[in-house]
Structure formats: structure tokens, C-alpha cells
């Protein structure tokens, strides 16, 4: 973006409120309501290998989806659209686990949630690559992050408190709130403020410049030990929250806990082959 299409400093930062209002918000809606899915199947029946394995159906569709959506957004000239769906669909499929326990609908809100989760990340990127430049990334991304984790405390913490004091609808409540919140925050963010050029990562000041293509992911090392390291710690830390949740569950069955404990992880698509439904798995 040259000097002269560059918007005034102070312009600039009240453009961006919105954007690290979302970056709040979205926290608490991304995961939909994410640690307590556990022990709230686990109080209405459910085994840890029916667990596991509708988490794994969800998890292993948002690995899929995750390279090709960031591909769709990339190319998007509506990105703030990429935020906006994906989190009325966390709030949608929060609300089906609410209203049915049928495995498949379970399933499916898992799908939609671990979709809409792999889509939100990348659009926020691309709005603020496009709003700042990429001369102001580093510094903007850093500011998201922070509003982003303040936001996760928060919401775990307000989670948790009116999970204990109310019951589980108020959970869902929240995380249906807070969704509602980023979507109006998204649509107070102008169009105009984003430079789709800019947001594919591009040269600002050569409008013919084309972004770089996957292939660059794989001549360049760094990103692919990065990549790796990710994917180590992923496998090693997903499963904790959904392990503790239900190990603190008065419902829970030590017995069916030892039997599939390996099952419960969302990291391992093998639980897929391992688990066995129960007898008491809602239809």
C-alpha cells in the first residue's frame, strides 16, 4: 500500500477496535463448548469410546478441510463473510448437542465446529494482513494473540462459573453470545479498510504481483519443522482438557475409563476402529 492509500495513523487504530474486539470474542465462540462436551455426554450415558469417537469424526474433518478452506479465503474478496458463517454455525451446532445426544447429531455439530474453527483463524489473518500491511502485521497479530487469549481466560473462567452456579445451558448460552458479539464486531469492520491485494499477502506497491503457491511450504524448512513441532504437541496436548473433564465427572465409570482410555483423545483417528458403542448410546 503506497504512502498516498495509506489511511491517517489515528483513522487507522480506530478501524482496527473492532478487529481486537473480535479477536476477543471469538475466543470463547471458536471452540463452541469445547471442554465440558465431555462431561456433559457423560452424565446422559455416554461411554469414553463414543466420545472419542465423535470427536475424532470432527477432528479428523477439520484436518481435512483446513488447507483447502485456507485456500477458498485466500482467494475470497469477502473474508469478513469467512468469520461471520463459520460462527453462526459453532453457535447452531453447540445448540443441536443441547437439543439431541443422537450420536450422528453430535457427530455432525462436531464437523461444523472443527470446520468453522479451521476457517475463522486464517480470515482474521487475512483481515489483518489487509487492514495494516504487512509492515504492521507482526505488531497487530501480536495485539489479536493478546486480545485473543484474554478472551479464552475469560470465557473459561465465566464458563466455568456458570457452569457450576446454573447448569450447562448456560454455557451454551454464553458461547452463543459471544458468537453473536463477533458477528457484530466483523460487520462493524468497513470493506473498504481491507485491501484485498494486500490480504493474500502480496507486494502492496506492485498491483500485478501474485502470492506465493504451496509449494513454497515445502522448499522452506523452517515452516516445515515448525509445522511438525505443531503437530507433535498437538497429538501430546489435546487430549488433556477432555481427560481431566470427564476423570472429575461424578458419572464417570473408571471401569469404561480404563477399558478405552485411548479412545477419548480427538488427536487419534484410530479411536474411530477402536471404540464400541454402548447399549445405552442414545438413537
Not at 503506497?2 to 489511511?7: F, G, N
Not at 453430535?106 to 482474521?124: D, E, F, K, L, Y
Not at 481431566?244 to 479412545?263: L, M, N, V
Amino acid at each position: 500500500m503506497s504512502e498516498s492509500r495509506r489511511p491517517p495513523r489515528d483513522s487507522l487504530s480506530a478501524r482496527l477496535w473492532p478487529l481486537l474486539a473480535v479477536n476477543f470474542f471469538m475466543a470463547d465462540m471458536q471452540s463452541g463448548i469445547g471442554p465440558f462436551l465431555g462431561v456433559f455426554l457423560v452424565e446422559r450415558g455416554w461411554t469414553s469410546g463414543v466420545i472419542g469417537t465423535a470427536m475424532s469424526i470432527g477432528n479428523v474433518a477439520g484436518m481435512l478441510i483446513t488447507t483447502p478452506v485456507g485456500g477458498f479465503i485466500d482467494a475470497s474478496h469477502h473474508k469478513r463473510a469467512w468469520v461471520i458463517v463459520p460462527g453462526i454455525a459453532v453457535v447452531l451446532g453447540s445448540s443441536v448437542i443441547l437439543l439431541s445426544q443422537n450420536f450422528w447429531a453430535v457427530a455432525a455439530s462436531q464437523i461444523a465446529t472443527s470446520i468453522a474453527g479451521a476457517a475463522i483463524v486464517p480470515a482474521v489473518t487475512g483481515i489483518t494482513l489487509g487492514m495494516v500491511g504487512q509492515k504492521g502485521f507482526n505488531r497487530q497479530n501480536g495485539r489479536n494473540q493478546a486480545f485473543n487469549r484474554s478472551g479464552n481466560m475469560i470465557g473459561a473462567a465465566a464458563s466455568g462459573l456458570l457452569g457450576w452456579k446454573l447448569g450447562y445451558f448456560s454455557v451454551f448460552a454464553l458461547s452463543a453470545l459471544f458468537g453473536a458479539i463477533t458477528v457484530a464486531c466483523v460487520l462493524l469492520i468497513r470493506p473498504g479498510s481491507i485491501n484485498d491485494h494486500a490480504a493474500r499477502g502480496n507486494n502492496e506497491d506492485d498491483p500485478k504481483s501474485q502470492p506465493s503457491g504451496l509449494t513454497v511450504l515445502l522448499r522452506h524448512k523452517p515452516l516445515l519443522v515448525l509445522g511438525l513441532a505443531l503437530a507433535v504437541f498437538h497429538l501430546g496436548n489435546a487430549a488433556i482438557i477432555p481427560f481431566y473433564g470427564i476423570s472429575r465427572c461424578p458419572a464417570w465409570r473408571p471401569a469404561h475409563f480404563t477399558e478405552r482410555a485411548a479412545s477419548i483423545s480427538p488427536k487419534a483417528p484410530s479411536s474411530l476402529f477402536r471404540a464400541s458403542a454402548p447399549r445405552s448410546v442414545p438413537r
